[in-house]
């Protein structure tokens, strides 16, 4: 049974840094392309970044705008969400998934997201 757990969630202050992880138990998270969701209450679950298997290639939101970094320290097993000048409306459950075992950087779209965690929430205060 896979289980995906995001950790490193919090609050913080207008301008602020976190760095989110994700690992995982009954695969190797390492041979994945993942990704990062948000969603706050009453709205969708929105797309945040991916990276390919291999840590190289990645795809952003556009509306992260350089203030998020996606990464993955494959000897670890971890992937990683960097988030700097951080501002009120980043205030959501952030979560982690995984996609094609080797695959390039997923898109956006939920469907290609195989296993999902159960979210880590991220409060950014004014």
């Known amino acids: 049974q896979v289980h995906m757990v995001e950790s490193g969630g919090g609050w913080v202050q207008t301008g602020g840094s976190l760095r989110l992880s994700c690992t995982a138990s009954?695969?190797?998270?390492?041979?994945?392309?993942a990704g990062w969701f948000r969603q706050v209450p009453g709205k969708e679950r929105e797309f945040v970044a991916s990276?390919?298997?291999?840590?190289?290639?990645?795809n952003y939101a556009d509306f992260t705008k350089g203030r998020l970094t996606i990464s993955r320290d494959n000897n670890k097993d971890t992937v990683y969400l960097q988030m700097t000048y951080l501002r009120p409306e980043a205030t959501a459950v952030y979560y982690c998934?995984?996609?094609?075992?080797?695959?390039?950087?997923?898109?956006?779209?939920?469907?290609?997201?195989?296993?999902w965690g159960q979210g880590t929430q991220v409060t950014v205060s004014s």
């Open positions: 998934a995984v996609a094609r075992e080797f695959g390039p950087p997923p898109t956006g779209r939920r469907d290609e997201y195989m296993y």
């Open positions: 009954g695969l190797t998270l390492s041979h994945y392309a």
């Open positions: 990276i390919a298997w291999t840590g190289t290639g990645e």
